[in-house]
Structures are given as structure tokens and as C-alpha cells.
């Protein structure tokens, strides 16, 4: 039986391949992402309602400090790497419900720093924008200045369709595809741990004067080392 997370990647090709046939409107002028900004434009990615997708809500904008005062005891970890705002959505695909959050950062690299912080070592990723992956019943990945994730509590393959589908309008819609941050071509390939990488803005390794710090995982025999 297949894993999850490669169906789910398995369906984001297969739609990529054979192209969505619901499809929103795109003739809507959508904000650019050429350079990172700091005004708060997430919010202009989100799908409109297409074929079986509908929206269940109007979509709920926190600003930085309203987004950070909702995180809790997280705030600080998402400050230090430069939230700026928070956009949520909640669709409708086949009566089922599927969450969409995008969260904006002050830059490309802020934004896959934080979504690697989080992103476990080794896991299968690929997909969309600079990297993806799939978890429980939630999908991530960072495109530019954003982290978004995309979850239901329904895991069918159906609903996969649809979680798939929402992903690739929202990568489309931001359009700047981005990658991975280029330094990490300067990692050795041997006994490296796939994906493992991180970025640290502050404190790498809890040192004080240790920021800008990026690292991989190795493997060596039984032991792991991150460099």
C-alpha cells in the first residue's frame, strides 16, 4: 500500500501532467513576487471558487501581531525568522473541507528557514515551489516568501485530488517557483541525509554570536552529524 505522502505527490504530478481542468478565473491582475516585500500581500493568492472547490468563508487576515499572539509560546521561534502576516481559508471540495493557510516572511529565505525548521530530516519531498512535502493529514511547502499548508481531516484519495489541486493554483498564482537556497549546492553529496537541510537566522546550536548558519545532516555508520 502506498504512503500518503506519495500519493499525494504522485497526484500533483498527475495533474501537473495532464493539466487542471478546474480551473479558476486568471484574468485577475495578481500581485508580483519578483522581489520580497514587507506589505503584507498573501492573501492575494488564494483561489477563487473553481469546479467542485468553493469557498466556506471569507478569509481571516491576522497582521504580524496578531499572528504572533496566536502562536502562543511559537511566537518567538516565527519572529525570528521574519512572519509578517497570516492569511487562513477554508474551502469546500465534494463536502468535504480543506484548510489553506499561507504565511508570509520578509524573505524567500526566512520562509524556507522556517518551513525547514519544521520539515523532519530524510522525509520524502518534492512537489511544488522551493520544496514540499506530506505529513499526517497536511501538506507544506515554501514558494518565495511563503509557507503554505494545505490540510483536511479527511485523507481519501478524493480529497487529495482536491488538496492537490488547490496547491498547484496557489503555487501558480504566486508564480515565482523559487528553490532551494543555492549555498546548500556547496554541501558534499556523500552520506548526506536527504532532505535534512536548515537554515539558523540566530543562536545555531544555542551560541550567542552563531546567525546566518546553514547546515545539513550526515550520516556516518549508526551516527548522524549536523554540518
Given at each position: 500500500m502506498l504512503h500518503k505522502?506519495?500519493?499525494?505527490?504522485?497526484?500533483?504530478?498527475?495533474?501537473?501532467?495532464?493539466?487542471?481542468?478546474?480551473?479558476?478565473?486568471?484574468?485577475?491582475?495578481?500581485?508580483?513576487?519578483?522581489?520580497?516585500?514587507?506589505?503584507?500581500?498573501?492573501?492575494?493568492?488564494?483561489?477563487?471558487?473553481?469546479g467542485r472547490v468553493s469557498k466556506s468563508r471569507e478569509p481571516?487576515?491576522?497582521?504580524?501581531?496578531?499572528?504572533?499572539?496566536?502562536?502562543?509560546?511559537s511566537a518567538?521561534?516565527?519572529?525570528?525568522?521574519?512572519?509578517?502576516?497570516?492569511?487562513?481559508?477554508?474551502?469546500?471540495y465534494t463536502d468535504i473541507d480543506i484548510?489553506?493557510?499561507?504565511?508570509?516572511y520578509e524573505n524567500s529565505l526566512s520562509a524556507y528557514g522556517l518551513y525547514s525548521f519544521f520539515r523532519p530530516d530524510s522525509i520524502e519531498a518534492g512537489g511544488l515551489g522551493s520544496e514540499g512535502y506530506f505529513l499526517g493529514n497536511s501538506m507544506y511547502f515554501s514558494q518565495h516568501q511563503f509557507v503554505i499548508t494545505i490540510s483536511s481531516m479527511d485523507t481519501t484519495l478524493n480529497t487529495l485530488d482536491g488538496m492537490a489541486m488547490l496547491a498547484l493554483m496557489i503555487s501558480a498564482n504566486i508564480g515565482d517557483t523559487g528553490s532551494v537556497p543555492a549555498m546548500y549546492n556547496s554541501f558534499p553529496d556523500t552520506n548526506r541525509?536527504?532532505?535534512?537541510?536548515?537554515?539558523?537566522?540566530?543562536?545555531?546550536?544555542?551560541?550567542?554570536n552563531l546567525s546566518d548558519v546553514f547546515s545539513a545532516k550526515y550520516m556516518f555508520g549508526s551516527d548522524s552529524l549536523r554540518l
Open positions: 505522502s506519495a500519493i499525494f505527490l504522485s497526484a500533483l504530478s498527475l495533474i501537473l501532467i495532464a493539466g487542471c481542468t478546474e480551473q479558476p478565473d486568471k484574468t485577475e491582475t495578481l500581485p508580483s513576487t519578483d522581489i520580497s516585500t514587507t506589505a503584507f500581500i498573501a492573501n492575494g493568492f488564494l483561489p477563487e471558487a473553481f481571516k487576515v491576522l497582521n504580524q501581531k496578531e499572528a504572533l499572539t496566536s502562536l502562543g509560546q518567538e521561534l516565527y519572529e525570528l525568522y521574519g512572519l509578517i502576516g497570516i492569511v487562513a481559508e477554508t474551502y469546500t484548510f489553506v493557510e499561507i504565511a508570509q541525509i536527504v532532505p535534512s537541510n536548515k537554515f539558523h537566522p540566530e543562536r545555531f546550536m544555542g551560541i550567542a
